[in-house]
Every structure is written in C-alpha cells, then in structure tokens.
C-alpha cells in the first residue's frame, strides 16, 4: 500500500502546502469559520485567526448540512471570497469540495482540498481529488474503520497525488458529545503510515468549552496539528456557532498547546496577538 510506511523514504513524510509543512516539527494550526457566510464575516475571522496564530484558513463554501433547510453555503461565491482572505492574510486556504462536478473550480482557488467525513467513502469523488493536482485533506468518515480510512486515504494516493493528510474529527458512539474525539487513532495512523494526521476537536466534540482539553490532548498524543473552527461572532455564526471559538479563545489554546507541544519534542509558535500584548 502506498500509505505504508517505508514507501516514500526517511524523509519523504512532509506534505506542504505553500510555505506551510504537515508532518515536520512545527505543529500546524488551521483555523475559520466552519462556513464563508459572507465577505465581511469572512474577512474579519481571517485576519482574527491569523492574530491567533492559524497559519492556514479553513472555511466551508459548499457544506454538507443534515438538514437541506439549514443554510447551504455560499458556493460559488464563497471561493472568491476565500480567493479574497488569502490574498488579504496570505494564508493558504483550505476548503471542501462535495461534488465532482466542483473539483475543477474548487482546486483553482483552495490550496488544499478538503474532502468531509460524510465523503470519506465517496469513491468517485475521493479518485477526482487525487487526479486535481492539489494537496488533500482527507476527513475520517464518522463510522469508518482505520481500515477504511486508509483505503481511502489509498484511493486518492492511487491518481499520482503524494499530498494527503489525514483528519481525525471524532466518531459516533454513545457518548454525550456531538461526536466522539478518537484521539487513539492518532498514533494508530501514525503507526501505520507516513501520512501526516491532524485532529479535529470542533467536529469532534461539537461544543467550544471542550475543544481546548482536546486540542491539547490532540498534540499529546502526536497530531501533526489542529483545525479549529473559530468565527469574529461566534453567536452569529450561521453554522457550528456552539462549537466554535472566538479568536481570543484561540489565542488562548495556542499559547496552551505551545506547552503540550514543546514537552512532546515538537514546537508551535506564539500568536501574532499575544505577542502584541507583550510589547504594550
Ligand atoms: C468541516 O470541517 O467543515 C466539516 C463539515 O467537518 P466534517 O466533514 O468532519 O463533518
Ligand atoms: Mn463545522
């Protein structure tokens, strides 16, 4: 399998996306809204997130909702207004794509392509993201097996692509939280192949005052990084509100995960907006 270990070399595990590494010593933190909602929204969070230190902006333009009635996503639209954040922050940009029918124009704005937990079995969709020529990010699906997950991750790595990084955002169990956070498959992944692994304690836990203990958690047990959904105005968010943070509550967990992180070998640097704070 070409997810094994041992089949791209000692140094051949980094992904990178522009000037962003998955896999090296610095942990990576990508953090937005859990939907672009509108310019303004989107602008402000993106420069919010980069003060707290994201070095990458997530941000849904075509989301997987439960309920068709709940609000879609700004589609089309939603990509130029990421085009638009990157070239504001310089962020590279990460963002979903649902349809096949999407790659091409979803690959021309993000610099990573983000295929959701609902999509992880999608297997037409999963081979089209690796034929689109951009790194993937490649959710676990919520009831999928390691197995699976790796299958999947092999679908993409199968079209020619050597950029995939995989996504542990929790599983369904019978616990009280939104999902369950499987931060055992952390090391299970990394025990089993060269992919980078990030954690993804929003969707994971599904509520904002449990995602610092599994942020921290997530790089204790070895994550590459973390996506975290952070929003300028939580309470008005149109998606995820109760799961996401404000950027002064990133802030906050980076300079805590700066912590865990040098104790575990590995480093995270401080955010932009702390650093201001300690000049005045
Ligand atoms: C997301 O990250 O925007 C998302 C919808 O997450 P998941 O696919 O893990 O539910
Ligand atoms: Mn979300």
């Known amino acids: 399998m ?9 140094s051949g595990c980094l992904v990178k996306v522009g000037d962003v590494s998955f896999g090296g010593e610095q942990l990576v933190l990508i953090a ?13 969070t993106a420069v919010a997130v980069k003060e707290a230190g994201a070095v990458m902006l997530r941000g849904g333009a075509f989301k997987p909702r439960t309920s068709p009635y709940e609000f879609q996503g700004l589609c089309y639209k939603g990509l130029e207004y990421l085009a638009e954040a990157r070239q504001l922050t310089g962020l590279p940009v990460v963002t979903e794509v649902m ?16 295929i959701g ?14 034929a689109c020529g951009k790194p993937v990010l490649l959710k676990r699906g919520m009831s999928a097996t390691i197995r699976e997950f790796l ?38 992944l990394k025990d089993k192949s060269w992919l980078p692994v990030m954690a993804d304690p929003s969707h994971g836990t599904g509520d904002a005052r449990l995602v610092p203990a599994m942020a921290r958690a997530a790089v204790a047990c070895g994550a590459d990084g973390v996506m975290l959904e952070s929003h300028a105005h ?15 509550g990133l802030a906050r967990i980076v300079c805590e995960m700066r912590l865990v992180a040098e104790a575990v070998g590995r480093s995270l640097p401080m955010p932009i907006s702390v650093c201001k704070e300690g000049e005045k």
């Open 2 to 10: 070409m997810y094994e270990k041992g089949q791209r070399g000692a």
């Open 32 to 44: 937005g809204p859990c939907a672009v909602e509108s310019r303004a929204q989107l602008l402000e």
């Open 99 to 114: 349809d096949t029918r999407d790659m091409a124009a979803v690959a021309e704005v993000a610099d990573m392509i983000q």
């Open 117 to 130: 937990s609902r999509n992880m079995h999608n297997y037409a969709l999963l081979k089209e993201a690796g």
């Open 151 to 188: 299958f999947a991750a092999e679908y993409i790595l199968q079209q020619g692509c050597s950029e995939v990084v995989l996504c542990v955002r929790g599983i369904r169990t019978f616990e009280e939280t939104r999902f369950t956070m499987d931060l055992s498959a952390v090391p299970i």
């Open 234 to 248: 939580p309470d008005l968010a149109l998606c995820d509100g109760t799961q996401s943070l404000s950027p002064e």
